[in-house]
């Protein structure tokens, strides 16, 4: 390091020593395969990092030797093509070097007249396209859909309540507002009307029908009883791809329900929505072209490196009434570097923000809508595969149609939830597969959710056998009587 900055006092050093480091990562996805999916963290190695603050310098090639030995080997695992756990994205070589490419400018992308917030601004304008909505939306990147969601629902508050709920809050309102969306849908949604100050209470639970999707009968029914009881129905959100089953809601019927109501449509397609890409997911999705609001993640089914999520708002205005603000340190001009209003930072809470845009932007041009609609679409392939050899198998069990990339399935025997309970930790622990648990009708099932474009039918195949040999072994080892 030189004397008084923190740039290296030998360029040619560091350079060497960062090629290493690129090298490594290279090295890291090219043999992800012959890596354990996941392993437990062995207790010395996590006991290694309650160290105290450091003082004194260490060398850059040292700490990136702890990285590889310590960090790298234990991560979640869902670069690994035998990763089918919750809904995690493979992340891409591209992405990665994106990645790098944004840290070097280390832009920060809340306002100002800048070159990287084109580049959000281009796929702002491409997503806005994909999903059909006008020339006048506006769009943004966040960490991801629960913020996403958050955000829209901020937007739809401001449409029932008038910007004045910014200053004299909710308390001056003589409106009880309350929101729609169906037991499928992700805890995020109770969580942004709890963060929004409308309460997790104000939103009704609509039950699902045999598809998993909401059941619009009950939906209409329970906006009449709220408005009967002197409430204001304002919100609903529609699921695509719910994060059990995968299911998709009917986001046309639930469109013409909220027009004939006059209700917020929103649209939470955290993974789904990028199903837009594959022309056999594409005519399910019909009706999100009409959503008010569109959250969505380009970091799982768009294989975008953590984190992308991105929210879509029809109603730019409302959308800009909503976070705008005055501050004078954040002065705008139509010269020098304060030109370029609106900037980023006027359309949700967080102004410092990083180059997210880089690495969807690359990913998609690099790789192409064609391609990546092609790798969702394989996703979805396999989960069939998975199905039909499930079916074929009888030691186990579908619980769940099988809507999109998400299987749930069980081995078949006495005590089942608690066996394979067992079966998804052991497996988990194997390093050989790594899929989730959830429950279906109050069984446990095994989740396999395909997301990662590496996976292949020999490692739907490898979960399988792993899944029967677990099965034969643990409803052997633990007779009955001992797990009741
Ligand atoms: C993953 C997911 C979320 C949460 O998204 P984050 O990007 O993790 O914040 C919300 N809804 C659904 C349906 C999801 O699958």
Not at 250 to 259: G, V
Not at 261 to 290: C, K, M, N, T
Not at 320 to 340: E, M, N, V
Request: net charge negative.
């Amino acid at each position: 390091m030189t004397e008084n900055t923190l740039d290296p006092a030998d360029w040619r050093a560091l350079r060497g020593q960062g090629h290493r480091m690129l090298d490594d990562m290279l090295d890291y996805i090219e043999h992800i395969r012959e890596r354990p999916v996941w392993q437990p963290i062995p207790r010395q190695r996590r006991a290694a990092f309650g160290k105290p603050l450091p003082e004194a310098p260490t060398d850059l090639a040292a700490v990136h030797q702890s990285f590889m030995q310590d960090i790298l080997p234990y991560t979640v695992g869902n670069t690994h093509p035998g990763f089918m756990g919750w809904v995690h994205g493979g992340g891409s070589p591209v992405g990665m070097l994106a990645e790098m490419l944004a840290a070097g400018l280390n832009a920060n992308l809340g306002g100002r007249d800048q070159m990287p917030i084109e580049v959000e601004r281009e796929v702002v304008h491409w997503v806005r396209d994909l999903f059909g909505f006008p020339e006048s939306a506006s769009g943004l990147f966040v960490t991801g859909t629960s913020m996403a969601n958050f955000i829209s629902l901020l937007v739809a508050r401001t449409a029932v309540l008038g910007i004045g709920v910014r200053q004299e809050g909710l308390a001056a309102g003589d409106k009880r507002l309350v929101a729609y969306t169906s037991a499928g849908a992700h805890g995020c949604i109770a969580q942004a009307m709890d963060l929004s100050g409308l309460g997790a209470g104000a939103l009704r639970v609509i039950p699902v029908d045999e598809h998993y999707a909401m059941d619009l009968a009950a939906l209409e029914a329970a906006i009449q009883a709220d408005r009967r009881a002197g409430l204001t129905p304002f919100f609903i959100a529609g699921t695509a791809g719910t994060v059990d089953t995968g299911a998709i809601d009917d986001l046309e019927a639930l469109a013409n329900i909220a027009q004939a109501q006059g209700l917020w449509f929103h649209v939470d397609g955290a993974y789904g929505a990028l199903g837009i890409l594959s022309p056999d997911i594409a005519p399910r999705l019909r009706g999100i072209e009409r959503a008010d609001s569109l959250a969505f993640d380009f970091h799982k089914w768009g294989q975008v490196p953590y984190d992308a999520g991105f929210v879509l708002i029809r109603d730019s205005a409302l959308h800009l009434a909503t976070f705008s603000s005055p501050a004078s340190y954040l002065k705008r001009d139509t010269r020098g570097l304060a030109a370029g209003s609106p900037w980023p930072c006027d359309f949700g809470p967080d102004l410092s923000r990083s180059f997210r845009a880089l690495k969807a932007w690359f990913t998609l041009k690099v790789y192409g809508t064609k391609k990546l609609g092609e790798i969702i679409s394989r996703t979805c392939t396999l989960a069939q595969q998975m199905q039909s050899r499930i079916e074929a198998e009888p030691q186990l069990e579908l619980l769940a149609p099988v809507s999109l990339n998400i299987v749930c399935f069980r081995y078949r025997c006495d005590n089942a939830d608690a066996i394979n309970t067992r079966i998804v930790s052991a497996l988990q622990e194997s390093g050989v597969s790594a899929p989730s648990s959830t429950l279906i009708h109050d069984q446990v099932a095994i989740r396999a959710a395909i997301v990662n474009h590496r996976t292949e039918l020999i490692d739907i195949d490898t979960l399988l056998k792993a899944v029967i040999e677990l099965g034969d072994q643990l409803s052997q080892a633990i007779p009955r009587s001992k797990t009741a």
